[in-house]
């Protein structure tokens, strides 16, 4: 980014998620990405955990979704204006996505 000033509407224009979950990056700087990823009836597969190497602060803004974070007994319903913030290498999946609604998700890597 040279210093532009750039705007937009995170819940306007979403691309069609159905037949898989959609990102758009944002905004990338040194040790931040910012993206809109849109989802509408994904889930991590059987078996599978998300392992970054980044610290991930995730806001869900529309739809629903769940969120299973290792170590947790009990997985994470998030509704709108629902918040996690995840450590680096802090394993967790998505266990379901809103359809239609489609869960829209404002992501945040740090690191």
């Excluded at 290792?70 to 996505?97: M, N, S």
Aim: aromatic share 6%; hydrophobic share 45%.
């Amino acid at each position: 980014m040279t210093g532009g000033v750039h705007a937009g509407a995170l819940l306007s224009g979403l691309p069609d998620a159905r037949a898989e979950e959609r990102t758009t990056q944002l905004l990338s700087l040194p040790g931040a990405r910012i993206e809109r990823i849109v989802s509408a009836g994904q889930a991590s597969p059987d078996g599978f955990w998300y392992d970054q190497d980044q610290a991930e602060f995730v806001v869900l803004l529309a739809g629903s979704a769940s969120l299973r974070i290792a170590g947790e007994t009990v997985v994470r319903d998030l509704g709108p204006g629902d918040y996690v913030f995840l450590p680096a290498h802090r394993r967790h999946r998505v266990e379901r996505t809103s359809v239609m609604p489609p869960a829209v998700w404002l992501a945040v890597h740090l690191g």
